[in-house]
């Protein structure tokens, strides 16, 4: 089975690994370097704390892999298991986190409801006042985006995987009758193909375009900062996030901690529909500030002495429920992509769909109408609500 992935960041090496790991001759056309796009500006984030089954079940499967990463793949992804705590300002707010939590729960995740006072147990520098619950679990971390994507261009290269860098694909082939997809055009010359993926993430929408269809992934600007705070972030303290002022906070090296957010509170301009090719890469400045100052209203730790160390935008590939695509959209072109804030996390599971889907025609994983963009037509799609 000859198949090639449109994208070298974390989601197309995944697929082209599961994909090579089950027999395909498989080839990844990166146009830029590999895992340098969204990828690289990642906060790494790792969480079973969704809201969907979907979206639980896609993280329980991707989970399995990073927890064993390094004896699969030899590299050490410096994973860290400080849990995530989400925290509600409002009564409905945490009502629903507490559904999400039965979600959970029911399948096995290890999270649990905090009234207010218990939000203390798990993080001791957040002002508990300022909320009316939250949800944690131990099982939830991050770990860093870069050596996951050096990871899996290591088994990639080892799987027999062709990686061509610096390759734009340039248009989709389909056949005599314009139905299928059999290939793609490079800026190298052509690739013919049973299966072409469409790994893009920013740029998704634009390669779908290519092959005539219209998918709804739209590129959103988000940016970090990594900050020195006044008062040190403990290594142990867990990725906190205000659901409500849509900002958070986690743990980097040596007490330093990477804070992020676009709501209403701290956004500086419209980041909806931001250019792949041609947005700003760097944090604004403004950015950075109303984000320490939101940042600082809920917890203890960010007070005036913070220095800011450097900062960063990048983009999410959003769809109108913050579900991912991942389908065969037309015969042999397979979609992977608009992952919103959590296509790093997903990305093993989304590998397996990947491969699931080419070589037996269906993913045994999840229910593959959920990942559909069917969805968007029959209005059968539920909306991830913890997101930031
Ligand atoms: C600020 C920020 C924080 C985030 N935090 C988290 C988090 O905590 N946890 C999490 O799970 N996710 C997080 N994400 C989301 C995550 O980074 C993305 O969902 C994930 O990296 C998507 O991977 P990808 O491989 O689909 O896309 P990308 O990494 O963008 O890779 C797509 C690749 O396709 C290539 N490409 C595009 N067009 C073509 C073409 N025509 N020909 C050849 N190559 C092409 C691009 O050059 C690019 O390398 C965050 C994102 C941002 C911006």
């Known amino acids: ?35 340098s796009a969204s ?20 993280s329980i499967e991707s989970v399995v892999v990073w927890e064993s990463f390094e004896e699969r793949f030899g ?54 006042d300022s909320f009316v619950g939250g949800t944690y679990s131990p099982g939830d971390g991050f770990a860093d985006p870069h050596l996951a994507s050096q990871g899996y261009a290591t088994a990639c290269a080892d799987a027999g995987v062709e990686i061509r860098t610096n390759t734009a694909v340039i248009d989709i082939l389909t056949d005599a009758d314009g139905d ?54 403990p290594a142990d303290v867990p990725f906190t996030i205000d ?42 400045f403004e950015w950075i500030a109303n984000a320490l100052e939101t940042i600082s209203g809920w917890t203890t730790c960010f007070g005036p002495e913070t220095r800011v160390k450097r900062g ?16 065969e959209t037309v015969p042999g072109f397979v979609t992977a992509g608009g992952f919103s804030g959590h296509g790093f996390q997903h990305a093993p599971a989304t590998g397996k769909l990947v491969a699931e889907l080419i070589f037996d025609g269906e993913p045994s994983l999840v229910d593959p109408s959920a990942l559909s963009s069917e969805r968007f037509e029959t209005g059968d799609g539920r909306i991830e609500r913890n997101v930031v």
């Open 1 to 35: 089975m000859k198949v090639v992935v449109i994208g070298g960041g974390i989601v197309g090496l995944s697929s082209a690994h599961a994909l090579a790991s089950r027999g395909g001759d498989v080839t990844v056309c990166e146009k830029r370097s590999l895992g």
């Open 39 to 58: 990828t690289a500006r990642s906060a790494g984030g790792i969480r079973s704390q969704f809201s969907t089954p979907v979206n639980i079940d896609l």
């Open 75 to 128: 590299v050490d992804i410096g994973y860290r298991r400080a849990g995530y705590l989400f925290l509600a300002r409002s009564e409905a707010r945490a009502e629903a986190l507490e559904d999400g939590v039965r979600l959970q729960t029911d399948r096995g995740v290890p999270s649990e409801f905090l009234e207010a006072p218990d939000i203390a147990r798990y993080n001791s520098h957040v002002d508990a």
């Open 180 to 233: 299928s997809v059999v290939g793609v055009e490079t800026e190298d010359g052509r690739l013919e193909a049973d299966f072409v993926v469409n790994a893009a993430g920013p740029w998704a929408g634009r390669v779908a375009s290519m092959a005539g269809l219209e998918l709804p992934i739209v590129p959103k600007r988000r940016q970090i900062a990594i900050v020195s705070p006044e008062k040190a972030v």
């Open 243 to 284: 659901l409500e002022s849509g900002t958070y906070y986690r743990p980097e090296r040596d007490g330093d901690a990477l804070i992020g957010g676009h709501g209403a509170e701290v956004a500086t301009r419209d980041d909806a529909q931001a250019n792949p090719d041609s947005y700003c890469k760097s944090a604004d």
């Open 312 to 327: 960063w935008a990048g983009l999410y590939a959003v769809t109108p429920d913050d579900h991912a695509i991942v389908e």
